[in-house]
């Protein structure tokens, strides 16, 4: 198992910027891909960003550019936020993936004002 603790999130303004991190324990895998998912009241739950293993990255059309998905260790990766928008106001959820599992982390909240 793998268990994934999501940091940052909070309260912004439109433009502004958050810095999201997310720390993985457990049992760990040579290949995986950590990456974010966000869920908005009455929306299904969406991909944002992710990073492989082996730091291939890739986004979804409404964030890129905006947001940076970077991973200091096998461990760890963090989802720069900037120039943020009203609807990117969403709970965050990071995830671990591997070929033949899935994890989730609990969520946090990312408000942005107008």
């Known amino acids: 198992q793998v268990q994934l603790v999501e940091f940052g999130g909070g309260l912004v303004q439109a433009g502004g910027s958050l810095r999201l991190s997310c720390t993985a324990s457990?049992?760990?895998?040579?290949?995986?891909?950590m990456g974010w998912f966000r869920q908005a009241p009455g929306k299904q739950r969406e991909f944002v960003a992710q990073i492989s293993s082996v730091g291939v990255s890739n986004y979804a059309d409404s964030v890129r550019g905006r947001f940076t998905i970077s991973k200091d260790s096998a461990k760890n990766t963090v989802l720069q936020m900037n120039s943020l928008k009203p609807e990117d106001t969403a709970v965050y959820y990071c995830?671990?993936?591997?070929?033949?599992?899935?994890?989730w982390g609990q969520g946090t909240q990312v408000t942005v004002s107008s």
């Open positions: 457990g049992r760990t895998f040579s290949s995986y891909a």
């Open positions: 995830n671990y993936r591997t070929y033949a599992n899935e994890f």
